[in-house]
């Protein structure tokens, strides 16, 4: 079955600085890779998603995300940090080759992002 | 604005109680879809309509019964919930279920059970 690592429950960063978040699934075929981003009390926004083509993806709010196949990972990154960024970030795979698995989005255990001005 | 509408936001129930939640999306979307998720946890998929029939139940209990009366709509009816119920319950949906599409959330239905 497909997983999917989020390496860090945890990152803080001083606002301005980079962030990054690592995300590393386990499917020797590449999946289609999504982030997703959840502030308090609300649902799950998409930030950006990788199914084919340019592995360098960019999102919404700055951040965007690069497919390394042989690193089996789509780690997220956004140049200089905002307070507003401040949220849960969920990386989450589909495997095309699950067979019964449609529809199945595997998700990260998530990392929370704290910014400090 | 999320373009996936869930009510109530707030839901505080008895275990012996009947109550529903409801779901409503006017995209054209044709998949459909419950999640269960516990503070500080990634969601669970719980039920995934396509094309207003159910096409996966990952073994929910039956106090839970999820309906898809029309392609705009998803209600979850809750009866005898355990207080282990207690969870934000999101809804969501994409354009026909393929795994390349993503999924659009609501805000969720935070349940309580007492």
């Known amino acids: 079955a497909q997983s999917v690592t989020q390496l860090g429950s945890h990152v803080s960063v001083s606002e301005g600085a980079l962030v990054l978040l690592r995300c590393n699934y386990s499917?020797?075929?590449?999946?289609?890779l999504f982030w997703y981003v959840q502030y308090p009390n609300q649902g799950l926004q998409l930030l950006l998603k990788?199914?084919?083509?340019?592995?360098l993806v960019k999102g919404i709010n700055g951040f965007e995300a690069e497919f390394k196949k042989s690193e089996t990972s789509f780690h997220l990154t956004k140049p200089s940090a905002h307070m507003s960024d401040a949220a849960e970030y969920f990386c989450?795979?589909?495997?095309?080759?699950?067979?019964?698995?449609?529809?199945?989005?595997?998700f990260g255990k998530g990392t929370l992002l704290t910014v400090n001005p | 604005d999320t373009e996936v509408t869930q009510t109530p936001k707030h839901l505080v129930m008895g275990m012996t109680n009947k109550k529903s939640l409801k779901c409503e999306q006017h995209?054209?979307?044709?998949?459909m879809y419950w999640y269960k998720q516990k503070a500080k946890k990634p969601p669970e998929l719980m039920f995934v309509?396509?094309?207003?029939?159910?096409?996966i139940n990952e073994s929910v209990p039956s106090r839970f019964s999820p309906e898809c009366p029309n392609s705009s709509l998803l209600n979850l009816h809750l009866h005898a919930l355990q207080p282990e119920d207690s969870a934000l319950y999101l809804c969501?949906?994409?354009?026909?279920?393929?795994?390349?599409?993503?999924?659009?959330f609501g805000d969720g239905t935070r349940l309580s059970i007492l």
């Open positions: 989450a795979v589909s495997d095309p080759y699950s067979g019964g698995s449609n529809y199945k989005l595997t």
């Open positions: 309509y396509s094309y207003e029939k159910l096409s």
């Open positions: 990788y199914t084919t083509g340019a592995t």
């Open positions: 969501a949906s994409s354009q026909d279920g393929l795994l390349n599409q993503p999924q659009h």
């Open positions: 499917s020797s075929v590449p999946p289609y």
């Open positions: 995209m054209g979307h044709r998949a």
